[in-house]
């Protein structure tokens, strides 16, 4: 017999409450209860729903991680409430706990939103194989262990909409793909038996859907209840761009190919001569910042300049162990 | 207590655009009598982008950076989230995916070095933390900043991704409620401001490709900080004080709101704290006037 024991804690509940078709606006409802060390924020909303107010609303369905239906925010956190226990959430924030919707500028009714720019966006990636199929194969289409490892964790995703919502840059930039999307394209450009390749790349290295506007904050890997960790997945379409031979020069492009030759030239990073690089004739809108910087000692002119020690090395290095063309 | 000494890689920031960074580390560790080896053979890290084009070059060059630390058979200390996020993050592969270390070895081999991973890689801020000690700080502050609400601002590349930084040093940090930097505003004397931007990404590394999104970020930061009734903004990230100090037009206008409040180091911080002049913390290279002091 188990000798666990189970505890309990008083927590106060600040819940978020709307609805869209009666309420101006939204407002908080306080809901002090005593949490078990063996519950998870989904039994929170239960017992919401079940002893306090049935008009709460949530989405929900398969309690096991799995539907990617009852993902909120605690304490501004992306949360999948069937999956976090109460007891971490309690070590995190303390006893007072406030449960917000994914995102409040979309909600609906309660922690409901509506998620319509999550699935334009997971639809516009193309998420399904495109490959002309045989209709009459003689033999199945093998796919190696090795092939099916490039996948990585990108095919675990249960769209649950946990790092869509956390990421900065969807909160700013309507045309943004977010995450999710991206990690779903890199899913299938992996996969060997998928034939649209740069159709797709070429879709995502458009300027507005921002694959380059990533601001490589890593909250999406940190609140991705799968561990899909989005933003290796952006990095590797980068990637893809430059070694399909799809991205063309752009201020984003030209910025990642500056770092390597401006380390081949000095070792450390010539800051000034990066962003000329980068940014070409458009310099000129970072001239008053910089006239600016240049008076307050903070601008060092390339011939003042200290170079990296054994630079000689580092020129090697570049040259021998260069992977990438641009 | 043994004589703290780290091989200090200073990144590029340090070396141009935030002098007062650099100039403010050493006056720190000069009071707490930290030994600090510089790292001058030490490359640009990539900052984040140079992966995006070729990551290969890109792991051969932080191994490098990290095999000179070894070297000197010294903890490599980062004084730039950034920095060490790409080191530590390097160090990280290295001694985990199979085979890649001998990938990279071969490469440093033809310039006569390797990567054994005997040297940690920690950013300062914790290095102070775990090895010196908060309760020694407090007790070595000759003026204490307690007149100031302080804005902490923890910038993603040393919180995040958690797994790898909290492998880097033994004070747990959570992402979602991160404590070290509010923990060091309080053992300076100072009251640390709770606000919801703290842990928030300021948009440096989309400057040039995504200024709208940058200048947003910024100004929320500051925002935030404001309207928490911060009088100074406090931050680890050389990176995040160049976006929070010299942008604060950019911002202002992209949110529609004038936001402004002096932005300091962590260094300079604790540099005030400990007693070392104005002129040692380099506060005269801000844009931002620095005019509490």
């Known amino acids: 017999m188990s000798t666990h024991t189970i505890t309990t804690q008083k927590v106060n509940f600040k819940v978020f409450r709307f609805n869209a078709d009666e309420d101006y606006l939204p407002y908080y409802e306080d809901y002090n209860m005593e949490v078990t060390s063996e519950e998870v924020v989904l039994d929170i909303l239960n017992r919401i729903k079940w002893d306090h107010d049935g008009s709460f609303s949530y989405r929900r369905s398969c309690r096991h991680g799995i539907c990617g239906a009852c993902a909120i925010k605690v304490n501004g956190r992306s949360t999948l409430a069937c999956k976090e226990r109460m007891n971490d959430m309690i070590e995190l924030f303390g006893n007072e706990l406030t449960f917000e919707p994914l995102s409040i500028k979309r909600a609906v009714k309660d922690m409901i939103i509506d998620r319509g720019d999550f699935w334009e966006k997971h639809d516009a990636i193309h998420p399904y194989l495109i490959s002309d199929v045989d209709e009459h194969p003689e033999h199945e289409h093998l796919v190696t262990p090795e092939e099916a490892e490039r996948l990585l964790e990108a095919d675990l995703c249960i769209q649950c909409g946990a790092c869509h919502y956390a990421c900065p840059v969807v909160e700013i930039n309507e045309d943004f793909f977010g995450p999710a999307a991206f990690a779903k394209a890199y899913r299938f450009e992996a996969d060997v038996r998928d034939d649209a390749l740069d159709k797709r790349l070429l879709n995502l290295h458009e300027e507005k859907q921002g694959l380059w506007d990533c601001v490589k904050c890593y909250e999406c890997a940190e609140v991705c209840p799968k561990d899909v960790n989005p933003i290796d997945k952006i990095t590797k379409l980068h990637q893809m761009l430059f070694h399909d031979g799809i991205a063309t020069s752009n201020v984003a492009t030209r910025h990642a190919v500056g770092f390597k030759h401006s380390i081949a030239r000095n070792g450390i990073l010539d800051e000034g001569g990066l962003v000329l690089y980068s940014e070409g004739p458009g310099i000129v809108k970072h001239v008053p910042v910089a006239l600016r910087m240049f008076v307050k000692g903070k601008i060092v002119p390339p011939w003042a300049l200290t170079k990296s020690k054994n630079l000689d090395e580092i020129k090697k290095l570049v040259k021998s162990s260069s992977t990438a063309k641009f | ?293």
């Open chain 2, 1 to 293: 207590m043994k004589k703290l000494k780290y091989a200090l890689f200073t990144g590029c920031t340090a070396k141009q655009s935030t002098p007062e960074q650099y100039m403010s580390t050493y006056a720190v560790a000069n009071k707490l009598g930290i030994e600090l080896v510089e790292l001058t053979e030490a490359s640009c890290c990539g900052a984040s982008h140079l992966q995006d084009y070729d990551d290969f070059l890109s792991l051969v060059l932080n191994a490098r950076n990290i095999a000179y630390a070894e070297k000197h058979d010294l903890t490599m200390v980062t004084i730039c989230n950034t920095c060490q996020l790409n080191t530590a993050m390097t160090k990280h592969r290295l001694d985990n995916e199979h085979g890649l270390k001998e990938k990279v070895n071969e490469k440093l081999k033809e310039v006569g070095l390797e990567y054994k991973g005997t040297s940690n890689v920690v950013h300062f801020l914790y290095a102070i933390i775990d090895d010196f000690g908060l309760d020694k700080i407090k007790e070595m502050v000759v003026t204490p900043l307690s007149q100031f609400n302080i804005a902490p601002f923890y910038g993603c590349h040393n919180i995040r991704p958690s797994e790898l930084q909290n492998e880097s040093h033994k004070t747990a940090e959570n992402p979602h409620n991160p404590t070290s930097l509010d923990d060091l505003i309080v053992a300076c004397g100072g009251v640390s401001v709770n606000y919801k931007e703290k842990n928030k990404c300021c948009g440096f590394h989309v400057e040039l490709q995504a200024p709208r999104t940058a200048s947003i970020l910024t100004g929320n930061a500051i925002a935030g900080a404001m309207d928490g009734n911060a009088d100074w903004m406090v931050t680890p990230c050389p990176l995040c004080h160049l976006k929070l100090d010299t942008q604060t037009h950019h911002a202002s206008v992209a949110i529609g709101r004038e936001v402004k409040l002096p932005v300091l180091h962590m260094q300079q911080m604790l540099g005030l704290a400990l007693g070392c002049t104005k002129e040692q913390l380099g506060l005269k290279h801000h844009l931002t006037k620095v005019d509490f002091i």
